[in-house]
């Protein structure tokens, strides 16, 4: 399937231009002026006549049906990606999960499940990495090589996604031989538990609004954390 948009102003990552482009299958097969007058040739014409051709958006971080805390992503791989498809994003990158005690094909098989046939875009994966053991480790080295190529590991929720420091850096050591990449969710989840034990132990309770922000002063944060600490 060929086809040709004509007559629109075509933007790109220098700068815009006036031009045609022609599409073979899911390639962009030529950028010109007068495409057809050229003898190329298509069968469908598309008259982008006063409008903008981008590139598809790819939007690198997206959560289709996580699970967490006991509830659920709202959208499914197929509501999000359509909702993607019509704000002009043809591509998503979403964070497959590896449950505890489980290996990362089991959650990287999981997600496949969830988009393939669901998706009406193009998608990939990131891995979430929430058991760093000696097979998990062997592991990363076939996932990137089946193109998942980054692993994100998080210093908050214990017992759920919490890495320690030794975990995190055997992790790395096995990304600087593979290839691969960490990304680090940096949130001291053990402090934050602390804050939030003696918060909730004093009364101290912030309730937020459904689609409402409450924003607190600088005076009611510090009146959340410990004398001590607060001091």
């Known amino acids: ?26 390639t ?10 050229a003898g190329l040739v298509a069968d469908e014409t598309i ?16 959560h289709m049906e996580l699970p967490f805390g ?27 999960v590896q449950s505890r005690g489980r290996s990362l094909r089991d959650g990287l098989d999981t997600w496949h499940a969830k988009a393939e046939g669901n998706a009406v875009i193009d998608y990939g994966f990131h891995m979430i990495m929430s058991d760093v053991n000696a097979e998990t480790l062997k592991e990363m080295d076939t996932l990137v090589a089946e193109g998942v190529p980054d692993f994100k590991l998080f210093t908050a929720y214990p017992g759920v996604f919490y890495s320690d420091d030794g975990q995190i850096y055997r992790a790395m050591q096995r990304t600087a031989l593979n290839g691969g990449l960490i990304m ?6 053990m402090a934050i538990d602390v804050v939030a034990e003696h918060a909730l132990a004093h009364g101290r309770r912030v309730v937020l609004a459904t689609n409402d922000v409450v924003g607190l ?15």
């Open 1 to 26: 399937m060929r086809t040709l948009i004509t007559n629109g102003t075509i933007v790109g990552a220098t700068g815009s231009q006036a031009a045609d482009v022609l599409i073979d299958g899911e």
């Open 28 to 37: 962009i097969a030529a950028i010109g002026a007068d495409l057809a007058g």
């Open 47 to 62: 008259d982008a006549s006063g409008r903008y051709v981008l590139p598809g958006a790819i939007d690198v971080h997206t």
């Open 70 to 96: 006991g509830t659920f992503a709202k959208d499914t791989f197929e509501t999000g990606t359509r909702a993607a498809a019509f704000g002009g994003t043809t591509t998503i990158v979403d964070f497959a």
């Open 184 to 189: 680090i969710h940096a949130e001291n989840g």
């Open 217 to 231: 002063p600088d005076s009611a944060i510090l009146d959340l954390l410990p004398a001590k600490v607060a001091a």
